[in-house]
């Protein structure tokens, strides 16, 4: 396992295997924030342009899952790099979000990724969960896979700081 918790990488961010991979249980400000999460993405332009889907969403977790096309490559046919860490960069603000009350928007404050692996496979998912929520910022990690078969590969992680605006 790594020095960050991540663990086996095969099974993801959230592997049950280790208790320190275990998200933390928080509660939502807003007892309707899975809808205003999902209605909040569908407005999200940049992810119906990439074809993005937000597939999953909980108390401080969200994952974005995109399906492979070869317009969103670069020069090598991988999934370019900036694609990679927008479908990050989302699923962490959603993370974010979702602990949010509901009269809350929200932004990138800043972010760090590491790009692991070409972006390589069939689909993609950023699985997004909160380490530390706050009143204003709210630190987030991602991680994003890429599916080839039954093969994962672990592409990109991300560390970020979300922004609650007052809407």
Same mark, same amino acid.
């Given at each position: 396992?790594?020095?960050?918790?991540?663990? =086996? *990488?095969?099974? +993801?961010?959230?592997?049950?295997?280790?208790?320190?991979?275990? /998200? %933390?249980?928080?509660? /939502?400000?807003?007892?309707?924030?899975?809808?205003?999460?999902? =209605?909040?993405?569908?407005?999200?332009?940049? %992810?119906?342009?990439? $074809? !993005?889907?937000?597939?999953?969403? +909980?108390?401080?977790?969200?994952?974005?899952? &995109?399906?492979?096309?070869? =317009?969103?490559?670069? #020069?090598? +046919?991988?999934?370019?790099? $900036?694609?990679?860490?927008?479908?990050?960069?989302?699923?962490? +603000?959603? !993370?974010?979000? *979702?602990? %949010?009350?509901?009269? *809350?928007?929200?932004? *990138?404050?800043?972010?760090?990724?590491? &790009?692991?692996? /070409?972006?390589? $496979?069939?689909?993609?998912?950023?699985?997004?969960?909160? =380490?530390?929520?706050?009143?204003?910022?709210?630190?987030?990690? !991602?991680?994003? &896979?890429?599916? #080839?078969?039954?093969?994962?590969?672990?592409? !990109? &992680? %991300?560390?970020?700081?979300?922004?609650?605006?007052?809407?």
């Amino acid at each position: 396992m790594s020095s960050l918790g991540f663990g =086996d *990488s095969r099974r +993801g961010l959230f592997s049950r295997r280790h208790p320190e991979n275990r /998200p %933390m249980a928080f509660e /939502p400000r807003d007892p309707n924030y899975a809808q205003r999460v999902r =209605d909040n993405f569908a407005r999200q332009t940049v %992810m119906t342009l990439i $074809g !993005a889907e937000l597939t999953e969403v +909980g108390p401080g977790t969200c994952t974005v899952r &995109l399906p492979f096309r070869p =317009d969103l490559c670069q #020069q090598n +046919g991988y999934v370019h790099a $900036g694609i990679t860490t927008t479908l990050a960069d989302t699923a962490c +603000g959603y !993370a974010a979000f *979702s602990l %949010m009350p509901a009269d *809350s928007g929200v932004v *990138s404050v800043e972010f760090k990724i590491n &790009l692991l692996a /070409p972006a390589i $496979g069939e689909a993609f998912e950023a699985r997004a969960r909160v =380490d530390r929520p706050g009143r204003t910022l709210t630190v987030v990690r !991602a991680e994003v &896979l890429a599916f #080839q078969g039954e093969r994962i590969t672990e592409v !990109a &992680l %991300m560390q970020a700081t979300m922004i609650r605006l007052a809407v």
